[in-house]
């Protein structure tokens, strides 16, 4: 006799029952498309899989990822309003999703190697939604965390040439710069 268990789990769209082997594909095919950044096609899966395990803080910061990499970053200029709308839509449940996770992993695992990339993450949701001050807290942060990724020197650069504050625009497009020379110089020795 084979023993099932089943997990139920009571959220805004029901009761759904989920048994292990269940729950075990969701993860395989949620991590295999995440890993293979096919995004934009697994919000559905990481948003049913997140509402049945909120607990799975991971599923969380993949679902929040998914929805800024929903566009792509390409230009809304060929979208229609109701695809703007729902881009833009994404970006702000990104941010609501990392504001969220983000602060509990720094608490239980303030040395989490990670964290400076998910900063990074949040940053560019704070950016693409228009709230330019949260961006730069965050790139800020991610850049203390970890600062390898030369992506924060760039948007902070860029953020503070939109205010007019060419002195640390400058400055940061200077540590932009010295970090993709680092990386020219690493590749050119292997």
């Known amino acids: 006799m084979k023993l099932i268990i089943f997990i139920f789990v009571f959220n805004s769209f029901g009761i759904f029952s ?7 594909e969701y993860r395989k095919n949620i991590i295999s498309g995440y890993n293979n950044k096919q995004y934009k096609e697994i919000i559905p899966l990481l948003e049913k899989y997140t509402s049945m395990f909120p607990d799975e803080i991971l599923f ?17 200029d060929d979208l229609n309003k109701e695809e703007i709308f729902k ?13 969220k996770v983000l602060p509990m992993i720094e608490e239980k695992t303030p040395l989490d190697k990670n964290l400076g990339e998910w900063y990074f993450y949040w940053g560019l949701a704070e950016m693409f939604s228009g709230r330019d001050e949260l961006a730069i807290k965050k790139f800020i942060k991610s850049s203390k965390l970890k600062p390898s990724i030369k992506e924060n020197y760039y948007n902070l650069a860029l953020i503070n ?6 002195k640390d625009s400058d400055r940061y497009f200077l540590l932009y710069n ?5 990386e020219k110089e690493k590749s050119i020795e292997k």
């Open 18 to 24: 989920i048994d292990r082997k269940e729950r075990v």
């Open 60 to 76: 969380q910061l993949y679902l929040a990822k998914s929805y800024l990499h929903y566009n792509n970053f390409s230009s809304t």
């Open 87 to 99: 881009v833009r839509n994404y970006y702000s449940k990104s941010t609501v999703l990392f504001s």
């Open 161 to 166: 040439e939109k205010f007019n504050n060419p």
């Open 178 to 182: 010295k970090l993709v020379e680092l």
